[in-house]
């Protein structure tokens, strides 16, 4: 139990480093005040590697470390917690739901990995400026902000919000479906409890 707690914060570790490099390092593109890049595949894959509250916290350290060394550092409190919600809920479907942590056929990992990826992404299309709306409509009032917001939330989402989702969710679910029986096989694949999936929902 003990060395499967070491081997999770390590690899929660690693996701935030990697949802760092993600964000920060490769080639991102900026459209509609949005920036397309990498780092939310990392927070999808590690919630279902590690299970939704790992994932999401992995995730929210990571890109809002991102956002404050990349000099956006009053979009970080909000990058924290829209990455841990995106965490949650993929977490919640692939193992409240799904069990993919559990013995199952290629297909059925790929099919609720795949689920999971695009609710969590998904919501996060419609979340992300709804929540940017209200923090600048009640909690750092900015009208245009705001406006820009409500435009992005009644459009559903911008394009480049949707792009993310894509490439985001195929990335995770590659490496995801890629990683699992390599990490099985070395017997590095972490196990996640009950209660930790109770904690998380």
Same mark, same amino acid.
């Given at each position: 139990?003990?060395?499967?707690?070491?081997?999770?914060?390590?690899?929660? &570790? @690693?996701?935030? +480093?990697?949802?760092?490099? #993600? *964000? /920060?390092?490769?080639?991102?593109?900026?459209?509609?005040?949005?920036? =397309?890049?990498?780092?939310?595949?990392?927070?999808?894959?590690?919630?279902?590697?590690?299970?939704?509250?790992?994932?999401?916290?992995?995730?929210?350290? &990571? @890109?809002?470390? +991102?956002?404050?060394?990349? #000099? *956006? /550092?009053?979009?970080?409190?909000?990058?924290?917690?829209?990455?841990? =919600?995106?965490?949650?809920?993929?977490?919640?479907?692939?193992?409240?739901?799904?069990?993919?942590?559990?013995?199952?056929?290629?297909?059925?990992?790929?099919?609720?990995?795949?689920?999971?990826?695009?609710? #969590?992404?998904?919501?996060?299309?419609?979340?992300?400026?709804?929540?940017?709306? =209200?923090?600048?409509?009640?909690?750092?009032?900015?009208?245009?902000?705001?406006?820009?917001?409500?435009?992005?939330?009644?459009?559903?989402?911008?394009?480049?919000?949707?792009?993310?989702?894509?490439?985001?969710?195929?990335?995770?679910?590659?490496?995801?479906?890629?990683?699992?029986?390599?990490?099985?096989?070395?017997?590095?694949?972490?196990?996640?409890?009950?209660?930790?999936?109770?904690?998380?929902?």
């Amino acid at each position: 139990m003990k060395n499967n707690q070491i081997t999770k914060i390590s690899y929660a &570790g @690693l996701m935030a +480093a990697l949802c760092y490099v #993600g *964000y /920060a390092v490769f080639p991102a593109i900026n459209a509609s005040g949005t920036k =397309v890049h990498l780092g939310n595949a990392f927070v999808v894959l590690g919630a279902l590697l590690l299970g939704g509250l790992y994932g999401g916290l992995a995730g929210a350290i &990571g @890109l809002s470390l +991102a956002d404050i060394i990349s #000099g *956006y /550092a009053a979009s970080a409190p909000r990058t924290f917690i829209c990455k841990l =919600v995106i965490g949650l809920i993929v977490g919640l479907v692939a193992h409240k739901l799904a069990r993919i942590s559990e013995d199952h056929k290629k297909t059925y990992i790929l099919k609720w990995s795949i689920i999971a990826a695009i609710v #969590g992404l998904g919501f996060n299309c419609i979340f992300e400026p709804a929540l940017k709306y =209200v923090w600048y409509t009640i909690l750092t009032p900015n009208a245009e902000k705001a406006e820009a917001a409500i435009g992005a939330l009644v459009a559903v989402t911008t394009y480049a919000t949707i792009i993310n989702a894509v490439i985001n969710s195929l990335l995770a679910v590659v490496m995801y479906n890629a990683l699992r029986p390599a990490l099985f096989k070395a017997n590095l694949f972490p196990s996640i409890t009950k209660n930790e999936i109770k904690q998380a929902s």
